[in-house]
C-alpha cells in the first residue's frame, strides 16, 4: 500500500478529432478536477482509420500548456528516436516555462513501426531502442542542468514500459514515475522486479510513483471501486484513463475522479 495520494490522468489521444474538441475536452477534463492530461507521441491513429486526422504531440502540449491553468500535462510518452536529446529536453524546459511549471517529461523507447518508417527514422529492434533510451537519459537529464534559464522546478521524469530486464532498471535509475497497464496480478510481479533493481541500484522504490492505464485500448478495463484498490494495495497511485476521439466520452473520466475523492478524503 502506497501513502500517496490517489490521482487521476487523462491520455486525451490526439486522433480522430480536431483541435477545437480536443481543447474543449481537456478544459472540460481540468474543470472536473483531473490532476494531469497526457497526450502521446505518434504520427497516426493507432486504431480506426489509420489514415485519419491525427495531431503531434509536443506542439500539442505547448498550446496545452496555454489553454490551462491547473493541471500537469505531459507526454505519455515521448518517443526517444525521433528527436536528439538535447534538443528534447530544451523543448521540455521551454513547456515547463509556458505551463508555469506543470510539464512532466514521459519518455520511452519507442514501438510504432509505421511512424519511424514514414517520419524517415531508422526503427531497429527493440534491443537498440532500449540502448538509444539509456544514452539518450543521461543526455536529457544533463542539458536540463545546462539550460538557461533553468527549468521552473526539477521536471518529474515518467518512463512508460514493462520489460523487466532493461526497461525496468532505467526506471530504477532515472525515473520519478513508472507507467505501464497491468492488471493486478502483473503489477504484483512488475513491482518485485522493480524493487530488485531499486536495490541494484541503491534506490528507495519508494520514491517512484507507479501509473498504470485503466481504461481504454489497450489497457485493464474495470469498475474503479473494484479495480482501484487492488492496484493501490499493490503500489499504484496514479491511474490514467485513455479517452479517443472523435467525441471523447469522458464519462469513464468522472468515475475515476469520484473513486479517487473517496479515497483522499
Known amino acids: 500500500m502506497t501513502g500517496r495520494p490517489v490521482r487521476i490522468g487523462l491520455q486525451l489521444q490526439p486522433q480522430h478529432a480536431g483541435y477545437r474538441k480536443i481543447r474543449e475536452t481537456a478544459a472540460e477534463a481540468e474543470a472536473l478536477g483531473v490532476d494531469i492530461i497526457f497526450n502521446w507521441d505518434h504520427f497516426f491513429p493507432l486504431w480506426g482509420d489509420p489514415d485519419g486526422p491525427h495531431f503531434e504531440c509536443w506542439t500539442m502540449l505547448a498550446a496545452l500548456a496555454e489553454s490551462t491553468s491547473r493541471v500537469e500535462i505531459g507526454p505519455m510518452v515521448s518517443c526517444n528516436g525521433y528527436r536528439n536529446p538535447e534538443l528534447l529536453a530544451d523543448m521540455a524546459r521551454t513547456v515547463d516555462h509556458i505551463s508555469e511549471g506543470r510539464l512532466i517529461l514521459g519518455i520511452g523507447s519507442g514501438w510504432c513501426e509505421r511512424d519511424y518508417a514514414e517520419y524517415g527514422y531508422e526503427f531497429g529492434t527493440d534491443g537498440t531502442r532500449l540502448a538509444d533510451l539509456a544514452r539518450s537519459l543521461p543526455r536529457v537529464e544533463t542539458r536540463l542542468a545546462k539550460l538557461n534559464p533553468p527549468p521552473t522546478r526539477k521536471i518529474p ?73 487492488r492496484l493501490r494495495g499493490l503500489g499504484a497511485s496514479l491511474f490514467t484513463v485513455g479517452i479517443d476521439g472523435p467525441d471523447y466520452d469522458l464519462k469513464p473520466l468522472r468515475e475515476w475522479i469520484s473513486w479517487r475523492d473517496s479515497q483522499n478524503g
Open 157 to 229: 521524469m515518467l518512463i512508460g514500459g514493462v520489460g523487466e530486464k532493461k526497461t525496468l532498471r532505467l526506471v530504477a535509475e532515472h525515473a520519478d514515475i513508472w507507467h505501464g497497464f497491468h492488471d493486478p496480478e502483473t503489477l504484483a510481479h512488475k513491482m518485485n522486479v522493480l524493487k530488485g533493481h531499486c536495490a541494484a541500484v541503491g534506490r528507495d522504490p519508494g520514491e517512484i510513483e507507479i501509473s498504470t492505464g485503466v481504461f481504454g485500448t489497450p489497457s485493464h478495463v474495470g469498475r474503479p471501486d473494484e479495480l482501484g484498490p
